[in-house]
Protein backbone atom coordinates (compact mmCIF):
# COMPACT_ATOMS: atom_id res chain seq x y z
CA UNK A 1 0.00 0.00 0.00
CA UNK A 2 1.64 3.52 -1.10
CA UNK A 3 0.71 6.15 1.74
CA UNK A 4 1.22 9.84 0.09
CA UNK A 5 4.81 8.53 -2.02
CA UNK A 6 5.92 12.01 -3.31
CA UNK A 7 8.97 11.38 -6.01
CA UNK A 8 9.99 13.64 -8.58
CA UNK A 9 11.97 11.71 -11.34
CA UNK A 10 14.50 13.61 -13.68
CA UNK A 11 13.90 13.42 -17.56
CA UNK A 12 16.80 11.33 -18.87
CA UNK A 13 18.18 10.25 -16.07
CA UNK A 14 17.61 6.39 -14.79
CA UNK A 15 15.98 6.02 -10.95
CA UNK A 16 15.75 2.82 -9.25
CA UNK A 17 13.49 2.27 -6.60
CA UNK A 18 14.80 0.10 -3.52
CA UNK A 19 12.57 -1.58 -1.24
CA UNK A 20 11.58 -4.85 0.41
CA UNK A 21 9.54 -7.40 -0.97
CA UNK A 22 5.56 -6.94 -1.01
CA UNK A 23 6.84 -3.05 -0.01
CA UNK A 24 4.41 -1.71 -2.94
CA UNK A 25 7.47 -1.05 -5.67
CA UNK A 26 5.52 -2.74 -8.27
CA UNK A 27 2.26 -1.07 -7.45
CA UNK A 28 4.01 2.53 -7.90
CA UNK A 29 4.53 1.54 -11.42
CA UNK A 30 1.30 0.93 -12.17
CA UNK A 31 0.22 3.83 -10.96
CA UNK A 32 3.04 5.81 -13.19
CA UNK A 33 1.56 4.31 -16.41
CA UNK A 34 -2.00 4.51 -15.60
CA UNK A 35 -2.84 0.98 -14.48
CA UNK A 36 -4.35 1.91 -11.17
CA UNK A 37 -5.26 5.06 -9.75
CA UNK A 38 -4.73 6.50 -6.48
CA UNK A 39 -7.33 7.53 -3.87
CA UNK A 40 -5.91 10.86 -3.96
CA UNK A 41 -3.13 13.13 -5.48
CA UNK A 42 -1.91 13.33 -8.61
CA UNK A 43 0.78 11.81 -11.26
CA UNK A 44 2.18 14.01 -13.66
CA UNK A 45 3.82 13.40 -16.43
CA UNK A 46 5.60 16.00 -19.29
CA UNK A 47 3.32 18.54 -17.34
CA UNK A 48 0.07 16.21 -17.89
CA UNK A 49 -1.80 15.03 -14.99
CA UNK A 50 -2.54 11.62 -16.31
CA UNK A 51 -5.49 10.77 -13.63
CA UNK A 52 -7.07 13.72 -15.99
CA UNK A 53 -7.42 11.37 -19.34
CA UNK A 54 -10.10 9.66 -20.45
CA UNK A 55 -9.60 5.70 -21.50
CA UNK A 56 -8.45 6.57 -25.49
CA UNK A 57 -6.18 9.48 -24.25
CA UNK A 58 -4.34 7.59 -21.85
CA UNK A 59 -3.89 4.61 -24.38
CA UNK A 60 -2.56 7.56 -26.57
CA UNK A 61 -0.51 8.78 -24.16
CA UNK A 62 0.99 4.93 -22.93
CA UNK A 63 2.36 4.80 -26.01
CA UNK A 64 5.10 7.18 -24.38
CA UNK A 65 5.83 5.18 -21.75
CA UNK A 66 6.64 1.30 -21.63
CA UNK A 67 7.17 -1.58 -19.48
CA UNK A 68 9.13 -4.07 -18.92
CA UNK A 69 7.20 -6.55 -16.86
CA UNK A 70 9.23 -9.10 -14.04
CA UNK A 71 7.83 -12.40 -15.69
CA UNK A 72 8.72 -11.17 -19.34
CA UNK A 73 4.56 -11.75 -19.60
CA UNK A 74 5.13 -12.38 -23.10
CA UNK A 75 1.96 -13.94 -25.06
CA UNK A 76 2.76 -17.51 -25.16
CA UNK A 77 0.39 -17.94 -28.33
CA UNK A 78 2.00 -15.45 -30.45
CA UNK A 79 6.06 -15.31 -32.24
CA UNK A 80 8.61 -13.26 -30.98
CA UNK A 81 7.77 -11.00 -33.60
CA UNK A 82 4.00 -10.54 -32.39
CA UNK A 83 4.68 -9.77 -28.98
CA UNK A 84 7.30 -7.34 -29.78
CA UNK A 85 5.29 -5.24 -32.42
CA UNK A 86 2.07 -6.10 -30.11
CA UNK A 87 1.77 -2.38 -28.86
CA UNK A 88 1.80 -1.31 -32.04
CA UNK A 89 0.06 -3.70 -34.13
CA UNK A 90 -3.22 -3.09 -31.34
CA UNK A 91 -2.70 0.31 -30.64
CA UNK A 92 -1.18 2.47 -33.31
CA UNK A 93 -1.89 2.81 -37.30
CA UNK A 94 2.15 1.95 -38.06
CA UNK A 95 2.27 0.41 -41.48
CA UNK A 96 3.22 -3.29 -40.68
CA UNK A 97 6.66 -2.92 -43.19
CA UNK A 98 7.69 -0.56 -40.18
CA UNK A 99 6.79 -2.34 -37.22
CA UNK A 100 8.44 -5.41 -38.89
CA UNK A 101 11.67 -3.47 -39.79
CA UNK A 102 11.53 -2.06 -35.93
CA UNK A 103 10.99 -5.71 -34.15
CA UNK A 104 13.77 -6.44 -36.45
CA UNK A 105 16.01 -3.36 -35.21
CA UNK A 106 14.89 -3.56 -31.55
CA UNK A 107 15.69 -7.36 -31.35
CA UNK A 108 19.05 -6.95 -32.71
CA UNK A 109 19.96 -4.10 -30.21
CA UNK A 110 19.77 -6.44 -27.36
CA UNK A 111 20.80 -9.13 -29.18
CA UNK A 112 18.48 -11.72 -30.76
CA UNK A 113 18.48 -11.49 -33.76
CA UNK A 114 16.84 -13.49 -35.88
CA UNK A 115 14.50 -15.13 -33.66
CA UNK A 116 11.32 -13.50 -35.04
CA UNK A 117 9.43 -16.27 -35.58
CA UNK A 118 10.34 -18.39 -32.26
CA UNK A 119 7.48 -18.90 -29.77
CA UNK A 120 8.01 -18.12 -26.28
CA UNK A 121 8.63 -21.39 -24.68
CA UNK A 122 11.98 -21.81 -27.20
CA UNK A 123 13.63 -19.07 -25.01
CA UNK A 124 15.74 -19.20 -22.46
CA UNK A 125 14.89 -17.22 -19.54
CA UNK A 126 17.42 -14.47 -20.25
CA UNK A 127 15.93 -14.50 -23.85
CA UNK A 128 12.45 -14.01 -22.76
CA UNK A 129 13.84 -11.12 -20.72
CA UNK A 130 15.11 -9.64 -23.79
CA UNK A 131 12.32 -10.21 -25.85
CA UNK A 132 10.66 -8.02 -23.16
CA UNK A 133 12.67 -5.19 -23.39
CA UNK A 134 12.59 -4.92 -27.00
CA UNK A 135 9.23 -5.10 -26.92
CA UNK A 136 9.88 -2.00 -24.55
CA UNK A 137 12.02 0.07 -26.89
CA UNK A 138 9.53 -1.23 -29.83
CA UNK A 139 7.16 1.64 -29.51
CA UNK A 140 10.25 4.53 -29.41
CA UNK A 141 9.10 5.45 -25.59
CA UNK A 142 10.45 8.18 -23.84
CA UNK A 143 10.51 6.41 -20.47
CA UNK A 144 10.56 3.03 -19.48
CA UNK A 145 9.29 1.04 -16.99
CA UNK A 146 11.35 -1.62 -15.00
CA UNK A 147 10.19 -4.45 -12.80
CA UNK A 148 12.56 -6.27 -10.95
CA UNK A 149 14.49 -6.92 -14.40
CA UNK A 150 17.27 -9.22 -13.14
CA UNK A 151 15.41 -11.07 -10.67
CA UNK A 152 15.30 -14.88 -11.48
CA UNK A 153 18.72 -14.55 -13.76
CA UNK A 154 22.28 -15.80 -13.03
CA UNK A 155 24.48 -13.42 -11.96
CA UNK A 156 26.51 -13.02 -15.54
CA UNK A 157 22.67 -12.71 -17.46
CA UNK A 158 21.72 -10.43 -14.70
CA UNK A 159 24.79 -8.30 -15.93
CA UNK A 160 24.05 -8.18 -19.33
CA UNK A 161 20.51 -6.70 -18.80
CA UNK A 162 22.36 -3.94 -16.51
CA UNK A 163 24.22 -3.26 -19.24
CA UNK A 164 21.52 -2.94 -21.80
CA UNK A 165 19.83 -0.68 -19.32
CA UNK A 166 22.95 1.49 -19.26
CA UNK A 167 23.31 1.55 -23.13
CA UNK A 168 19.68 2.68 -23.91
CA UNK A 169 20.44 5.67 -21.54
CA UNK A 170 22.73 6.24 -22.84
CA UNK A 171 22.31 5.90 -26.42
CA UNK A 172 18.83 6.66 -26.46
CA UNK A 173 18.31 9.71 -24.00
CA UNK A 174 15.28 8.05 -22.64
CA UNK A 175 13.88 8.10 -18.77
CA UNK A 176 14.13 4.94 -16.46
CA UNK A 177 12.29 3.69 -13.53
CA UNK A 178 13.75 0.68 -12.05
CA UNK A 179 12.20 -1.11 -9.14
CA UNK A 180 14.35 -3.46 -7.69
CA UNK A 181 16.17 -5.30 -4.61
CA UNK A 182 19.24 -5.91 -6.20
CA UNK A 183 21.63 -3.42 -4.51
CA UNK A 184 24.25 -4.75 -7.20
CA UNK A 185 21.94 -3.45 -9.96
CA UNK A 186 21.18 -0.47 -8.60
CA UNK A 187 24.60 0.68 -7.59
CA UNK A 188 25.41 -0.19 -11.41
CA UNK A 189 22.40 1.37 -13.25
CA UNK A 190 21.23 4.61 -10.89
CA UNK A 191 21.69 7.98 -11.44
CA UNK A 192 19.25 8.13 -8.08
CA UNK A 193 17.88 6.10 -5.77
CA UNK A 194 15.55 6.34 -3.61
CA UNK A 195 13.95 3.82 -0.55
CA UNK A 196 9.90 2.59 -0.51
CA UNK A 197 9.72 1.89 3.33
CA UNK A 198 5.98 1.39 4.70
CA UNK A 199 4.38 2.98 1.75
CA UNK A 200 6.64 6.10 1.69
CA UNK A 201 10.27 7.55 -0.01
CA UNK A 202 11.99 7.33 3.18
CA UNK A 203 15.77 8.15 1.08
CA UNK A 204 16.44 9.92 -2.49
CA UNK A 205 19.95 10.33 -3.89
CA UNK A 206 22.50 9.28 -5.77
CA UNK A 207 24.43 5.62 -5.35
CA UNK A 208 27.37 6.99 -3.09
CA UNK A 209 24.67 8.83 -0.85
CA UNK A 210 22.88 5.74 -0.52
CA UNK A 211 26.00 3.58 0.20
CA UNK A 212 26.94 6.25 3.05
CA UNK A 213 23.67 6.48 4.36
CA UNK A 214 23.51 6.98 8.23
CA UNK A 215 19.84 6.01 7.94
CA UNK A 216 19.17 2.93 10.16
CA UNK A 217 16.51 1.73 8.13
CA UNK A 218 17.68 2.28 4.42
CA UNK A 219 21.04 0.91 5.76
CA UNK A 220 19.84 -2.40 6.75
CA UNK A 221 18.36 -2.85 3.87
CA UNK A 222 21.33 -2.01 1.76
CA UNK A 223 24.04 -4.16 3.85
CA UNK A 224 20.71 -7.01 3.88
CA UNK A 225 21.90 -7.47 7.84
CA UNK A 226 19.19 -9.73 9.42
CA UNK A 227 18.63 -8.01 12.60
CA UNK A 228 18.42 -4.04 12.53
CA UNK A 229 14.94 -1.17 12.58
CA UNK A 230 13.54 -3.07 9.41
CA UNK A 231 12.86 -6.40 12.00
CA UNK A 232 12.04 -4.82 14.90
CA UNK A 233 9.32 -3.23 13.97
CA UNK A 234 8.28 -6.29 12.45
CA UNK A 235 8.27 -7.92 15.67
CA UNK A 236 6.49 -4.86 16.97
CA UNK A 237 3.65 -4.93 14.97
CA UNK A 238 3.67 -9.11 14.79
CA UNK A 239 2.63 -8.33 18.83
CA UNK A 240 0.16 -5.67 17.97
CA UNK A 241 -1.58 -7.87 15.65
CA UNK A 242 -1.68 -11.06 17.90
CA UNK A 243 -2.35 -8.54 20.86
CA UNK A 244 -5.48 -7.02 18.86
CA UNK A 245 -6.77 -10.83 17.91
CA UNK A 246 -6.50 -12.03 21.94
CA UNK A 247 -8.45 -8.81 22.64
CA UNK A 248 -11.18 -9.22 19.80
CA UNK A 249 -11.34 -13.58 20.68
CA UNK A 250 -11.79 -12.66 24.90
Do not use: W
Not at 12 to 37: N, Q
Not at 56 to 84: H, P, Y
Not at 166 to 178: A, M, P, Y
Amino acid sequence: MLRGVDLTIKEGETTVIIGRSGCGKSILLKHIIGLMKPDKGSIIIDNVDILSLDRNELNEFRLRISMVFQGAALFDSMTVKENVGFLLYEHSKTPHPEIHRRVAEKLRMVGLHGVEELMPAELSGGMKKRVGIARALCSEPKIILYDEPTTGLDPIMADAINNLIIRFHEHLGVTSIVVTHDMTSAYKIADRIAMLYEGRIIAKGTPDEIKNTTDPIVKQFITGEAMGPITDRDREKKFQIEDNNQHSNS
